[in-house]
């Protein structure tokens, strides 16, 4: 059982690039998530699943977007990179009745 | 949409007392509080949880208790030690979807 894998662990891209960080979760949770994290802002929500063909918005989703094409991955599509997105990005899953486990996290820098 | 304020920001206390940190929400919808704690350079890590039907829940050293009427709830520590120094973070959400974290919560064990 490897959990929750997001890829790549650092990424530096430049301003209006665009990229994909990856997560596949191998313990068939219905439930993911992706957040964001900021130095003394927390963990904020981008975009959530509640199943394979549903997604919605959270906290944060502006310049992202996400797609559940299968139970397993939940890709995050930054459209064209900003400054102010740079942050550690963490992928969760879980079962509908909680228990959130989360990835190792993606450092991503925009410069 | 759920807002969750967690108090303090920052938290010191002796090896051996007890620790406390205080959460509040504004939905009362919500249904699902979990807590994690976060070691520098980690994953969080899921510690304890709780759902509305419950008021107090203990895991050891740690408990978390509930208080539906005035939409807070908060981590106990007891008997800390060296290795619970880490950052902690509340969570709320209905169902377990659309988590919703705090802002966080370091706190310093000293020797």
């Known amino acids: 059982n490897a959990g929750v894998t997001q890829t790549p662990k650092f990424q530096v891209l430049k301003t209006g690039q665009s990229m994909t960080l990856q997560c596949a979760q191998d313990?068939?949770?219905?439930?993911m998530s992706w957040y964001r994290q900021d130095p003394g802002m927390g963990l904020r929500l981008i975009h959530y699943?509640?199943?394979?063909?549903?997604?919605d918005q959270g906290e944060v989703p502006n310049g992202y977007n996400v797609s559940r094409s299968t139970t397993e991955d939940f890709p995050l599509r930054l459209l064209s990179a900003a400054p102010s997105q740079t942050s550690v990005y963490f992928c969760?899953?879980?079962?509908?009745?909680?228990?959130?486990?989360f990835g190792s996290g993606t450092r991503l820098t925009v410069v | 949409g759920e807002n969750v304020e967690q108090h303090p920001s920052t938290l010191s206390v002796q090896e051996g007392d007890s620790a406390v940190i205080k959460c509040t929400y504004s939905?009362?919808?919500?249904?699902?509080f979990p807590w994690y704690k976060q070691e520098l350079g980690k994953r969080p890590q899921l510690i304890i949880d709780?759902?509305?039907?419950?008021g107090e829940k203990k895991d050891q050293r740690i408990a978390v208790t509930l208080n539906k009427t005035a939409k807070h709830f908060s981590l106990h520590i007891t008997e800390t030690q060296p290795e619970d120094s880490a950052v902690y973070f509340c969570?709320?959400?209905?169902?377990?979807?659309?988590?919703?974290f705090g802002q966080g919560t370091r706190l310093t064990i000293n020797p």
């Open positions: 969760a899953s879980s079962y509908s009745w909680g228990g959130y486990t």
């Open positions: 313990m068939n949770h219905e439930y």
């Open positions: 699943s509640v199943g394979a063909g549903i997604t």
């Open positions: 939905d009362s919808a919500s249904n699902y």
């Open positions: 709780i759902r509305s039907n419950v």
């Open positions: 969570a709320a959400s209905k169902g377990a979807q659309k988590l919703v």
